[in-house]
């Protein structure tokens, strides 16, 4: 069975700045658009909570943003008179020059679309079937420029990381005696403890100084003195899981567990102790 268990932890509670986001530029593009011409730009492939798109577009000539479905750009490209009919969304009208964003919608791949607004060249059709332009008319370029952001972390972002570690699981037959287990000394404030416990009969359960621990052991009387020492224990319980925080200065630590009333005879009871261990990046964390 494995040891330890991966954990994902906010940093805050051991002192660390958290990670800052925010929009990071990732690549760009240039694209000389026709009069009413589509430009398709990036396909987007939001998960199963949504996504948001941001970018920046500049053009020379008015345009209109939007996005749609890769499903429907895909058949306007294989059937061109449809494209009139795509169905946009986030439609953005005569832009010059923006910060375009889209809340994108969940596990759906959308295209990004950006149209010139110019209107075509006109043609005619000849009585003998020729195709010819009208008079022409000069239209100036319409550069399209667009730059693609990605949402990443700019500062703190190397962080400590934490593992769920093991100290202590065992199924033991219950004594009158004071069940007692050298745990851990303390790596940094607040670092966390788990504990888990079962048995047939109500129990005092703690995390005591190991001195204490040993002074308990050797006098189970002086259990009520003892628990003052510390803020991490239960007592009357019989089924219970709890989290505890510990300090350095606390020192190295006991488990202590001893019954509340008479032990029945052949009855066993369960504990398990886990804590949060750093194991990488530790030195960012202020103890």
């Not at 000389?32 to 500049?58: K, S």
């Not at 939007?66 to 169905?87: C, F, G, K, R, Y």
């Not at 972390?153 to 033991?172: G, I, S």
Request: hydrophobic share 40%; aromatic share 6%; net charge negative.
């Amino acid at each position: 069975m494995l040891a330890a268990m991966l954990c994902l932890l906010s940093a805050g509670a051991f002192a660390v700045p958290p990670r800052s986001f925010d929009w990071v530029q990732a690549s760009d593009e240039t694209s000389v658009l026709d009069p009413a011409a589509f430009h398709a730009g990036r396909v987007y492939h939001p998960g199963y909570d949504g996504g948001n798109l941001h970018v920046d577009i500049a053009a020379t000539q008015p345009v209109t943003i939007a996005i749609t479905t890769e499903v429907a750009w895909t058949d306007a490209q294989q059937h061109p008179e449809s494209a009139p009919n795509l169905t946009l969304s986030c439609m953005r009208e005569h832009v010059l020059s923006t910060t375009y964003e889209c809340a994108l919608p969940p596990a759906t791949p959308m295209v990004l679309l950006v149209r010139d607004e110019r209107a075509p060249r006109r043609v005619v059709q000849t009585r003998w079937g020729v195709i010819v332009e009208t008079a022409r008319q000069y239209m100036p370029p319409n550069n399209l420029h667009i730059t693609y952001y990605r949402w990443d972390c700019v500062a703190n972002c190397v962080q400590p990381e934490f593992l769920w570690t093991r100290l202590v699981k065992e199924k033991y037959e219950l004594t009158s005696v004071p069940k007692m287990y050298n745990v851990l000394t303390p790596e940094h404030d607040g670092q966390r403890i788990n504990v888990k416990f079962k048995a047939p009969v109500p129990m005092t359960i703690a995390v005591l100084p190991a001195k204490v621990a040993d002074q308990l052991y050797s006098n189970p009387a002086s259990l009520n003195s003892a628990l003052e020492t510390s803020s991490c224990k239960q007592r009357g319980v019989q089924s219970l899981s709890f989290d505890c925080s510990l300090n350095v200065d606390d020192g190295p630590q006991s488990l202590v567990v001893i019954p509340d009333t008479s032990v029945p005879s052949h009855k066993k009871a369960s504990v398990e102790l886990q804590t949060l261990r750093c194991t990488a990046n530790c030195e960012l964390i202020t103890k």
